[in-house]
């Protein structure tokens, strides 16, 4: 399966500023997802990274708010935007591999003051 | 929209215990998936179930797609401290692209 590096790992961020989330792939993907995680609670899919076009973004995401990029079948990025503290969450990075399958980065764990 | 539930929400257990938990669909699904998520880590894939009735097993741990396609069980057997984590089920319908992500069962392993 698909090795998947996030950076960063972790971040403290000041209220109102906006951070930067890479995803990096070994290996030529179609489908790259990006997910929030809130303490305690289970994954919410953000949106659908889709190479060549814009992002297609779930029920209550919007692009202003984490807008993504995905240059190419590798690599993609999500920034969180004019942060608060109701934004601190993991943010993990998917690819969608052989078997239908999800494969996980570790995460990116940010934390709003 | 979907919705999954798993059962139970956090469970204590003797090391050297067999483990069970499920999860339950308000619709039919044509794949399920089982993952663990250890602290600080992403969640990683243990069972990929394709079809009603399959039962697959990865080492002590054993996975069934329910018959009835609204539901699906994972067992551990002979628990060990390593087990500890969160396991999530994800399952998927014949008309949605994106899997839907159960709220988690929580395992705690006493020594």
């Known amino acids: 399966s698909a090795v998947i590096s996030q950076k960063p790992s972790r971040d403290i961020c000041q209220r109102g500023t906006s951070l930067t989330i890479q995803c990096q792939v070994d290996?030529?993907?179609?489908?790259m997802f990006w997910y929030r995680q809130q303490p305690g609670q289970s994954l919410t899919l953000i949106a659908t990274a889709n190479q060549g076009s814009e992002a297609t973004y779930e029920s209550g995401f919007v692009i202003d708010k984490f807008p993504i990029s995905r240059p190419n079948l590798t690599f993609s990025t999500l920034t969180v935007s004019n942060m608060s503290p109701e934004d601190s969450s993991i943010y993990l990075c998917s690819v969608g591999g052989g078997g239908n399958v999800l494969t996980f980065g570790a995460g990116s764990r940010l934390t709003v003051l | 929209g979907q919705q999954l539930n798993q059962s139970p929400q956090s469970m204590f257990i003797q090391e050297g215990e067999d483990v069970s938990m499920n999860c339950t669909s308000s619709s039919i699904f044509n794949t399920w998936l089982w993952y663990k998520q250890d602290p600080g880590e992403g969640p990683v894939l243990l069972i990929a179930?394709?079809?009603?009735?399959e039962l697959t097993s990865n080492g002590r741990l054993t996975a069934q797609f329910g018959i009835t396609r609204k539901d699906s069980f994972l067992n551990i057997s002979a628990s060990i401290p390593s087990d500890v984590g969160i396991y999530f089920c994800a399952g998927r319908d014949n008309y949605g692209q994106n899997f839907v992500f159960g709220p988690g069962t929580r395992l705690s392993v006493l020594p």
């Open positions: 290996s030529q993907v179609t489908m």
């Open positions: 179930l394709y079809k009603a009735g």
